[in-house]
């Protein structure tokens, strides 16, 4: 079936830089358009960052805008999550995501398919 996995979560300091990967395999990576969500204890799970299909639109969450990057590689069926000046704040687990649809890229609802998370810590 189809598989995503999220890779990259850690512990890290405040202002560290760290780098999430995600691998999706059993489906047409090229189909889909990727998002990036995130969901903190005791929170809702809200969107962080999303890529079109070929990469050229890239779309991002408020609370992330300036220090995250999203990127993909249709070649290597994967999609990255590159997140800089990391804050307390950011602590969450990170899930991947994919949508096949033409849906609203930010909506939990537009996706089809989900990874299991990486946990990223920022300890202050």
């Not at 990967?21 to 005791?42: I, K, L």
């Not at 809702?44 to 220090?67: L, N, Q």
């Not at 990057?69 to 991947?96: F, G, H, W």
Request: glycine share 10%.
């Amino acid at each position: 079936q189809v598989q995503l996995v999220e890779s990259g979560g850690e512990l890290v300091q405040v202002g560290d830089s760290l780098r999430l990967s995600c691998a999706v395999s059993r489906f047409t990576f090229s189909n889909y358009r990727m998002g990036w969500f995130r969901q903190a204890p005791g929170k809702e799970r809200e969107f962080v960052s999303g890529v079109d299909w070929s990469g050229a639109y890239k779309y991002y969450g408020d609370s992330v805008k300036g220090r995250f990057t999203i990127s993909r590689d249709n070649a290597k069926n994967s999609v990255a999550l590159q997140m800089n000046s990391l804050k307390p704040e950011d602590t969450a687990v990170y899930y991947c995501a994919a949508t096949r649809g033409y849906g609203h890229i930010k909506r939990m609802s537009s996706y089809n398919y989900w990874g299991q998370g990486t946990q990223v810590t920022v300890s202050s």
